[in-house]
């Protein structure tokens, strides 16, 4: 009796449906959606949709939508937009640091990247992964008075006018904030996220109490710092906000002018990233080692400005003693 053999073609995941297949990788976060796209040409057009990045983006900073819904054109599909798979991959990895013993040096080529003209922030505060603030802050940077004065941004306010806002959160979960600072170029169409998602450090106001929560990341020797204020005077059970404000500082500790903080900013989105596990860990690794780096400085010239004044001290004296002398033996 004769056999017969049937071999069953492969069945792969591109078998599916695309209607199928795109309804699967919008279910997907953002790493794991870049992962599928490397897999095969199909999975990459698919993945590549413009509508499935826009809405990650909005999920994962929710700030994005109070911009959507005043500047629409800035997150849509036009030539001139921020295209949402670009501003992924910008804001969702770590910009590359220099290593420890280059720490002072600047970013590369940042004297000759064109300056952004408008600056968009938007800034999230999470607590276990659930959004419970978010703000966004345009600036325009092309003024003399902003290129001259020390770089700050104010996303949160405590004022008569805009009360602080008051966000549910247990009892001394102050420092299990998590922060993100999206700084946004529109001309430009790239973004880069200047915060260690994670505190770098925590500490108590000297004088108010409030709580002072850090995040900080370390670009071209200076220190992109966001500061949340806390004060637990709330109802049990929740914190006002009194503040959230971004500076920058350079290795002595001196305020980086607005001129000087948009050359690190532009050279940060031009630069490359660096994602993965760990980044938080790093990043704050990096903010001890320059903070133990600007106390030696501190400390070194102190003692500097000591001997000079032991060496004015001592010519002084030898001075004055010459005249004694000299008047004593005429």
């Excluded at 849509?76 to 040096?105: E, G, V, Y």
């Excluded at 999230?124 to 345009?138: C, F, I, K, M, N």
């Amino acid at each position: 009796m004769a056999m017969t053999t049937t071999t069953a073609a492969a069945t792969t995941v591109e078998d599916l449906p695309a209607d199928v297949l795109a309804c699967a990788l919008r279910r997907l976060d953002g790493r794991s959606l870049a992962a599928a796209s490397c897999a095969t040409a199909g999975l990459r057009a698919l993945a590549a949709d413009p509508a499935t990045w826009r809405a990650l983006c909005l999920a994962r900073w929710p700030s994005l939508s109070l911009l959507a819904a005043t500047r629409p054109d800035l997150l849509s599909s036009s030539p001139s937009s921020i295209s949402p798979q670009r501003l992924f991959a910008d804001a969702f990895p770590f910009p590359c640091c220099a290593p420890p013993n280059t720490a002072a040096a600047p970013l590369a080529g940042a004297a000759e990247l064109p300056l952004p003209t408008e600056l968009v922030s938007a800034v999230d505060l999470y607590h276990a992964g659930t959004p419970l603030l978010s703000r966004v802050v345009e600036a325009a940077t092309s003024s003399s008075w902003f290129l001259t004065s020390p770089f700050r941004v104010d996303a949160v306010v405590d004022s008569s006018k805009t009360p602080a806002p008051t966000v549910a959160l247990p009892g001394g979960a102050a420092a299990e904030l998590e922060l993100s600072w999206v700084l946004l170029d529109p001309l430009a169409g790239r973004a880069v996220n200047v915060s260690s998602r994670r505190p770098v450090a925590v500490d108590r106001h000297w004088y108010t109490g409030d709580t002072l929560v850090r995040y900080a990341v370390v670009l071209g020797g200076c220190k992109f710092e966001a500061t949340v204020t806390c004060s637990e005077e709330a109802a049990p059970g929740s914190v006002v906000v009194r503040e959230v404000s971004l500076a920058v500082e350079d290795a002595d500790g001196a305020a980086v002018g607005g001129e000087g903080a948009l050359r690190l900013v532009a050279a940060a989105m031009a630069g490359p990233r660096k994602g993965g596990e760990g980044q938080e860990e790093v990043a704050k690794r990096r903010y001890e080692e320059f903070v133990r780096s600007k106390r030696g400085r501190k400390e070194s010239k102190a003692r500097k400005e000591v001997l000079v004044d032991l060496c004015c001290s001592a010519v002084s004296a030898v001075a004055v003693l010459s005249f004694i002398a000299a008047v004593v033996l005429r």
